[in-house]
Each structure stands twice: as C-alpha cells, then as structure tokens.
C-alpha cells in the first residue's frame, strides 16, 4: 500500500517541477536509502529470526534495545547526509537534504519485530496505513506547495508509524509482565567482530545498492537521468516484492522451528517471483517510465531488458540471504558475500558508466546480484550448517 501510493506522487511531481524537481528528490533518497541500511544495522536481516526464537518479555526487550541503536545511528549519520548532499550538487539543496533525512529515518522501521512475534497485521496498521495517508497527501503538497513539503510530509509519516508500533509494543510488555523465558534466549546480533563485519558489509552494500547513481551523477551527468529513472523503479520494485520476502521469513520461522522442506520451498517461491518480476518488467518498463517521470526520459528494448533483470536478480539475492542463508545459521556468509559484491560493484557500475554511459552501467548492476544468486544457492543449499536444520525440524 505505502510503496505503490508513494509512486502516485512522481508523476505530479516530475509534470510540475520537471527533472531539477525528481531528480533533486531522488538524489536525496538516495542518499537517505543508503544511510537507512548502515543505520538499521543488522536488525532487519537477524531480528526476525531472534525474535521468532525469544520469549515474550525478551522480545519487547529487543525492540527497545534495537530501538535505542538505531536512533544513535541515525542521529550520527544526520551531518553526513547533509555533507553528501551538498556535495552531490542538487539543483534544489534542501529539498535534497530533507528527502535524504526522510528515507535514512526508514532504519527505525519496525517491520523485523512484527515479522518476528508473527503479527503482520500490525506491520499493516503501524507501517502501511500512514505512509499510505501521507502519500495521498503527498499528492496534493506538490501539486499545490513547494517541493519541500514532500519530504517533511514523508518525516511526519515515520513519526506515526514510530508511535503506533510503540503502542503495540507496550501493549506486548503489560501481557509478558511476570513471564519467565528460558535461558539462552537470544537478546540481538551478536557483537564484537562480528558487529564489526556487520555494519561494514551493510554500508557497502547500501553504498553499492543507493549511492551509484550519486557517483554517476559527479563523474556522467549526461548518464545519470536515465539510470536514475531506471534505478527509482527498480528499488521501488524490490521493496514492493520485499513484501514476499517478509511472508517467507515468517513461514519458515514459524513457533521457532526451522524445517529444511520450507526452506528449499521458500528458494523455489522465490526463484519464481524472481524471474516473474523479471519477465513483466522487461515488457513493461518503457510504460512504467513514461508515466513515472512524465516522458522526460527515453527506454528502448534493451533498457526494459536490463530493468528486468536488475530487479529480479536484486530481490532474489536480498531474499536469499534472510530466507535461506541466516536461518542455517549462516549469517557471517551472507555479509562477507555483500561485502565482496559491494566492492567489486561499485567500481565497476562507476567505470561502465565513464565508458558505455547509462547503458554499460546498467548492464553491470544487472549482472552483480545474479552472482550474488549463484554463490548463495551453493552455499545454502549444498552446505548444511550443524546444529540449526535438519531434513524435518529443530526445536530451536
């Protein structure tokens, strides 16, 4: 609901304030995004999981400590997304900077502790419904107000979704109030080293994932509007299908047991929304970017192609990394994965921009995630870490 309202706006926004006005707001989103996945730390990828394995009262103390983390990290990333912005050149500054503060606060969603206790119509009511209302307004504040209006609309949203989860938190603390939870109940991510590998894997992978079209923008300008356009739907289509992601998360993690049918079915489930996304964008993209940002950018076939690709190679990976991968146990492998496609992805999208413009670094961002794909099928499915999976279940 939030993701799709949320692209009822660019249109109105691209026809009025043209592409100073989109692009200004998607550098800052950018930004913001990547901002978003270093501050979350490694909640959104491990929590659900801890969560589904904790007891009652160690749950609600999970949220409040995740909470109280990701607030600090995203209070000490504010001055840096401000420097990037500026740095970037926005035609519009503050409208840039304020998109970016806007996305980065998305680190303090809740959606990992709602999949984890198995509460999705929460996620509904805290997330959905007012990013959903916000967008609608949203509406009406770029075709009438100045820009800036969006992004503070969009900071607003977040506040309320903040507050209501906070609600059903406390609801969850009063119900576990005297509850006694087993011993060795996990508290959060571990830390140490491995907190260390964490947020560096994750900054990179934000890095590669949100900042390329900023480094695209400073060294092809020529290049960028495109590839922003493409890129913008593309990330608006990977956190749609997200969606599927957070439904298998919560099916193979169900009462804390892990069942190696499930995760071989939550694989097969995904492969095939992968290669579906990957089919309907490559025939749909010129469509989708010609209403999007209202005809001031250009798709041929083998832009569509590439779209598509992107996009399903994209959702597979994030999806294998929580659905297959960190339930065997196997997280320290998915970070050092990020890690290496980030800092091969990077310099690479950035130098086929320099040579094949818009076209050679979209080529290269298609072709990353699927190996990304190759690499994690091999390790999860034909490496069977001990003591997490069985062929039948495991009472965690």
């Known amino acids: 609901m939030s993701l799709v309202s949320s692209l009822l706006v660019l249109p109105i926004l691209s026809a009025r304030f043209g592409q100073d006005g989109w692009s200004s707001v998607l550098l800052g989103q950018s930004i913001g995004a990547a901002a978003s996945v270093v501050c979350a730390l490694a909640w959104p990828m491990e929590g659900p999981d801890l969560a589904s394995r904790a007891g009652a009262a160690d749950r609600v103390?999970?949220?409040?400590?995740?909470?109280?983390?990701?607030?600090?990290?995203?209070?000490?990333?504010?001055?840096?997304?401000?420097?990037?912005?500026?740095?970037?050149?926005?035609?519009?500054?503050?409208?840039?900077?304020?998109?970016a503060l806007a996305f980065a606060l998305n680190a303090l969603a809740p959606t990992w502790y709602f999949i984890g206790v198995s509460r999705p119509s929460r996620s509904l009511v805290a997330e959905g419904v007012p990013r959903l209302v916000v967008n609608l307004v949203?509406?009406?504040?770029?075709a009438l107000l100045p820009l800036w209006t969006y992004p503070v609309a969009l900071i607003v949203g977040m506040l309320c979704t903040l507050l209501i989860a906070s609600?059903?938190?406390r609801r969850d603390a009063r119900n576990s109030a005297g509850a006694v939870d087993l011993a060795g109940s996990p508290r959060g991510p571990a830390g140490g080293r491995r907190r260390l590998l964490t947020v560096t894997a994750r900054g990179a992978d934000a890095g590669y994932s949100y900042l390329s079209g900023p480094l695209i923008a400073l060294l092809?300008?020529?290049?960028?509007?495109?590839?922003?356009?493409?890129?913008?739907?593309?990330?608006?289509?990977?956190?749609?299908?997200?969606?599927?992601?957070?439904?298998?998360?919560?099916?193979?993690?169900?009462?804390?047991?892990?069942?190696?049918?499930?995760?071989?079915?939550?694989?097969?489930?995904?492969?095939?929304?992968?290669?579906?996304?990957?089919?309907?964008?490559?025939?749909?993209?010129p469509f989708l970017?010609?209403?999007?940002?209202?005809?001031?950018?250009?798709?041929?076939?083998?832009?569509?192609?590439?779209?598509?690709?992107?996009?399903?190679?994209?959702?597979?990976?994030?999806?294998?990394?929580?659905?297959?991968?960190?339930?065997?146990?196997?997280?320290?492998?998915?970070?050092?994965?990020?890690?290496?496609?980030?800092?091969?992805?990077?310099?690479?999208?950035?130098?086929?921009?320099v040579v094949g413009g818009s076209v050679g670094a979209l080529a290269v961002a298609a072709a990353v995630p699927w190996a990304v794909v190759a690499a994690q099928l091999v390790m999860g499915l034909h490496r069977r870490p001990q003591g997490r999976v069985n062929d039948t279940a495991l009472q965690v």
């Open 220 to 285: 092809v300008p020529a290049a960028y509007p495109l590839y922003a356009a493409v890129d913008r739907l593309g990330q608006s289509m990977v956190n749609l299908m997200g969606t599927i992601t957070q439904g298998l998360m919560a099916w193979i993690g169900e009462g804390g047991v892990v069942k190696r049918g499930r995760l071989v079915g939550a694989v097969v489930l995904a492969s095939a929304f992968a290669f579906g996304a990957l089919l309907v964008l490559s025939l749909a993209t």
């Open 138 to 142: 949203a509406i009406g504040l770029v």
């Open 61 to 99: 103390q999970m949220y409040a400590t995740s909470l109280r983390e990701r607030t600090v990290a995203v209070a000490a990333a504010v001055p840096v997304l401000v420097v990037m912005c500026l740095f970037a050149g926005p035609t519009m500054p503050l409208v840039c900077i304020l998109s």
């Open 289 to 353: 970017l010609g209403y999007l940002f209202a005809g001031t950018v250009e798709v041929n076939a083998l832009i569509a192609v590439l779209a598509g690709v992107i996009v399903g190679g994209a959702f597979l990976s994030r999806c294998l990394s929580v659905v297959l991968l960190i339930p065997q146990g196997l997280a320290v492998v998915t970070y050092r994965l990020l890690l290496v496609a980030s800092c091969i992805g990077l310099p690479s999208v950035a130098v086929a921009a």
């Open 167 to 169: 609600t059903f938190v």
